[in-house]
């Protein structure tokens, strides 16, 4: 856990992004039971349990700063600024998805907030975040880069390429990893020698590796502040290893049996989502006006849930297009 | 300022290697977008001294060494490339692709599609590719035919000194990820040195030589091998059409189509090997939209399917070479 202790965050501060994180938990929850009805196929990766990481990260970023996340990134797309209603049409293959129902779950994208995309081979786009950090610092745009990843994709050589090019190049880029102790159905302990898998390889790159309490909106935050400050300085990239956990299995067909029950229930009983609401009564907020952010939230999940579902199918045309910049898909003359 | 060549004059000879350099020089001085990565292309000039000049000429904020990281630099290129740089990133044996195949096979071609056109990726990947030179099954593959099978991806690969510094221009403008296979064989090649502002479009095929008796489609080292063989066959009355694809993708069929009009019959010379080669397309298409023009069978000339041997007999019994493109044509006109 981070050593320093969270800086004071106002009321009204922490209670929007309270709200943030129910509006994230809504539209898992949405996708979810969606997914049960047929109405979304394929599979959904979702970070229920993770939101802490994606709303603390995101509130401690420019809205021109970018961001790379995985597969399992539904979070990090909201947070950015994809609206429930893009990402739901999306999933339901609807023309009006973010992504016009050609990425689906796995690849949620909105460019124009800065999510550059979610890739969905693992570890892919920490080099790809090194990449941006590196054009920012080449234009002296002042933006930084970050790349949201798992603890198993430590494990993969794009990790280690990635952290010591952005190291030697003193890239302003963050490698945030969301570890919640699983690979797929692997914990994530028994295929890697050091007890952190992120941090803990940070100094071998010569950058330093912080772990913070992931579930906790105001420490991440904390954490990822800093690390943008020493990014933007000049000073380069961190690493930052945020604890956490997903309630769902890994993805849509696994029930996630291989979990101890006691694991399980320690960790939602650390719900992110309670932690922010129990921090907020400690700060004085009441009862009633957390109750009215998750009703707000609910009411915005329920009524982009209706527009996705009445919107447009995705349109066959839109196969043939997007390959090329010139918007079509012509290889031959 | 070392040694790239600037405003070389048209009568003026050059090498293909030189030609490299002078490329990216060309466009590196046109647009400050343009920036470069790879193990060695800096104060070095490039293992294949591909890169000599730049450095010197742009510094080391547009000409970056890289660790050998092949991921991280096609990588690192991506992330450039979709946040407003034009990056030129080289991978130094175009064998060395298939450590960051991720890259050219999933992440850059796809991430327009998948993300309905919000974001673009105009970058170009140089590698020196092929045979021919003795270096082993590792680091003498002809892989033009691995980024065949990857929609998204343009391929050049030019055969003359010229083209390089053309295409070049036009792979650093293009809006499209680009892989550039620069020839191994072909690097000491001389030629008439591009004119000033020589760009070539991306997808026109070039006629190397005009012939009426056999159209033989080439692309890179391919090609002045083409062009020798013409020569010899010439002497015994046969009349080669040489044509330079110049780009596999985007492939120019009506170049194709247009000289089996004039000649009937069709060789395709490939370096790569047979199974999976491009040829196999080029031949599909003229089987598909051109049958009625060929009065005789479409042959492949390509790499035997073994890895390449070492030894200089090995190797040129597995790979294309004159003798070989010669005999080709020779069965071709006698059917
Ligand atoms: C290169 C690659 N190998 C394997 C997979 C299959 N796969 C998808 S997710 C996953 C587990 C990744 O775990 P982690 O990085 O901890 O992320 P999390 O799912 O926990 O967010 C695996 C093995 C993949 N997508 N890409």
Redesign the pocket.
Known sequence: MSTEAAAPVDAATLLGWYEQMAVIRGTEKAAHDLFLRGLVKGTT?L?AG?EAVAVGASAALRPDDYVFA???GHHHAIARGATPEGCLAELMQRHTGVCRAKGGSMHLTQADHGMMGSY?????HLPMAAGAAWSAKLRGSGQVAVAF??????N?GAFHEALNLAAVWKLPVLFVC???R???YTA?HTVTAVPNPAADRAAANGMPGVVVDGNDVVAVHDAVARAVERARSGAGPTVVEALTY?HFG??RTDPATYRPVEEVEEWMARDPLLVARSRLLGEGATEAQLDAAAERAAAEVTAAVRAAQAAPPADPADAYTDVWADGGAAWRT | MANVRTGAGDSDVTTYRDAVAEGIAREMRRDERVVCLGEDIGAAGGVFKTTVGLFDEFGPERVWDTPISEQAIVGAAMGAAMTGMRPVAEIMFSDFLACCW?YLANEIPKARYMTGGQVTVPLVVRTANGGGLGFGAQHSQSVENWALAVPGLKIVAPSTPADVVGLMASAIRSDDPVVFFEHKGLFASKGAAAPPEHAIPLGKANIARTGTDVTVVALAATVPMALEAAERLHGDGISVEVVDLRCLIPLDVSTVLASLERTSRLLVVEENPYQGGWGATVASVVADEGFELLDAPVRRVAGDNVPLPFADALEQQVIPTVDKVVAAVRRLVSY
């Open positions: 990766h970070a993770h995985t597969y399992r969905a081979i693992v570890g892919a990843f798992g603890d198993g994709a430590t993969i969301e570890n919640n699983y690979m797929e994530i997903r890994h993805s | 991720d």
